[in-house]
């Protein structure tokens, strides 16, 4: 794949660097707040997590600790703007979706839980015009969503959760952010073609502006996992779903991992366990795309509601000529779908 030439873009005579500063995949399962419930710092996430069996307990506890422990991670990179991916916002039919209002408000509410983690953050949506822009002049079907007009947009589990542990990150660190909401359209089409057009076009906007951006993609795995850790129903999909089971969802999850990893291309076929990741590494361009490529052959099985926003944040970040370092926080399947935590940075 060809890399672009090294964006820049001048303001006053001062020419500046590329300003995408990281990339980071964030689960939204509001199980994930459940985590925390083992030092008993919400009431209601401790008493469920005390009845949880204790393989559950690890696997949620695990994924709280992986999940913020990504999201420090890009509040090191101190940035001024956030833009969330998400699949489960406000959808237009065949249209990229961008939230126009300047703040947006929700919770975490589901299964009639989680409602107390709320989050209220403010939009830019002055750049979010200007994204817009870009996307016609460059052919993207695009369209603003302002819901209810001067009040804020709405929020539920897919922005909220993600958000929700960017922010207590950005709180320690005392930064104040604006965002950006990315809504995924409905429209299946060329799943990958078309997403990472997507990302590519968001790759030059971040051209031509001056600012230091992190993409996060609000995203979960595999929705085919069996259920071997819980038949709780808070954590079990709705029985009128019909969720499929397949073996290919661990296959899938595997993938993800490899992309986000760019690990050895040796491992796509051997179903081995793939090489630790403990610390992070030097994510190669040339070796990710056949492990997405494998987890989109699988995707019609393996149904994730994240492959989508990984896609654009692949494309985003193929345009880009510095070193990116990767982390994968952890990976866990809990319940029925399968959760990841990723953090990529860029080297200033």
Known sequence: MQLVKKFTTTQKGNKRTMVLVGGVILPHGTM?????GSEGSVESC?????????????Q?????HATTKACEKIAELKPDIVILHTPHGMSLSKSVGVYMNNKAKGNALWNEKWDEFQVEIPLDNELALKLIQHFEEEGIDAQGINAFARTEAPLRWGEVVPVWYLEQQFKTFGQQLKYIILSQSMKRGDLCNDKMAIGKSVARFLAKIDARVVFAVSGDLSHAHTHSYTDIPLYMPDPRWN???SSKAVVFDRAIEGWATSCDLSFIGCGAQLPSCVEEIIWDITLAPAWLDQAIELQPEALSCGIGGFIVLHGILSQCDKKIHSQVFGRFAPTYYGMIAVAFCLEC
């Open 60 to 64: 949620v506890a695990g994924l709280f």
């Open 46 to 58: 401790h008493a469920r997590y005390q009845g949880l069996p204790k393989d559950l307990q690890l």
């Open 32 to 36: 994930s707040f459940d985590g925390q």
């Open 243 to 245: 969720m499929p089971q």
